[in-house]
Nanobody, 126 residues
Framework: QVQLQESGPGLVKPSQTLSLTCTVS??????????WSWIRQSPGKGLEWIGS???????SYDPALKSRTSISRNTAKNEFSLQLSSVTPEDTAVYYC??????????????????WGQGTQVTVSS
C-alpha cells in the first residue's frame, strides 16, 4: 500500500538547481524507523545513491555530492524533496525516491529499499 511518487521539472539548465519532490502515501515520513532516499541512474551507469533523510530529518549524503545536495522534509504534506545545485549534463539521469528501514549508503542494493517510486527523467541541457 505504500506508494512513492516523484514530481518536478524534467528539464533543467546547466548551473541551475534541480528540484524534485517525493510524495509518500501509506506510510509516514516522520516514523523514526524509516529512511527516505534519493537515487539516480545515468545512461550507462548503475544506480547511484544521492542521500537520505532519517529520524527527525537527519540527513546523510554521498560524499561526492554533499556540497551541492540538500534533502528536506515537509511533514505536513508527507513529502520529502531533493535540491541539487550547480547541475551539469553529468547530472542527467532518471531520479528515484525510495524508502525503507535501512539507511542509505553509496553502494545501492535494490533489496535494501522496501519502496520505490517509478522514477522521473531529468535532463540537464541548455
Amino acid at each position: 500500500q505504500v506508494q512513492l511518487q516523484e514530481s518536478g521539472p524534467g528539464l533543467v539548465k546547466p548551473s541551475q538547481t534541480l528540484s524534485l519532490t517525493c510524495t509518500v502515501s501509506g506510510a509516514s515520513i516522520t516514523t523514526t524507523r524509516n529512511y527516505w532516499s534519493w537515487i539516480r541512474q545515468s545512461p550507462g551507469k548503475g544506480l547511484e545513491w544521492i542521500g537520505s533523510s532519517g529520524a527527525f530529518g537527519i540527513t546523510s549524503y554521498d560524499p561526492a555530492l554533499k556540497s551541492r545536495t540538500s534533502i528536506s522534509r515537509n511533514t505536513a504534506k508527507n513529502e520529502f524533496s531533493l535540491q541539487l545545485s550547480s547541475v551539469t549534463p553529468e547530472d542527467t539521469a532518471v531520479y528515484y525516491c525510495a524508502g525503507g528501514t535501512r539507511p542509505g549508503r553509496p553502494t545501492v542494493v535494490r533489496a535494501e529499499y522496501d519502496y520505490w517510486g517509478q522514477g522521473t527523467q531529468v535532463t540537464v541541457s541548455s
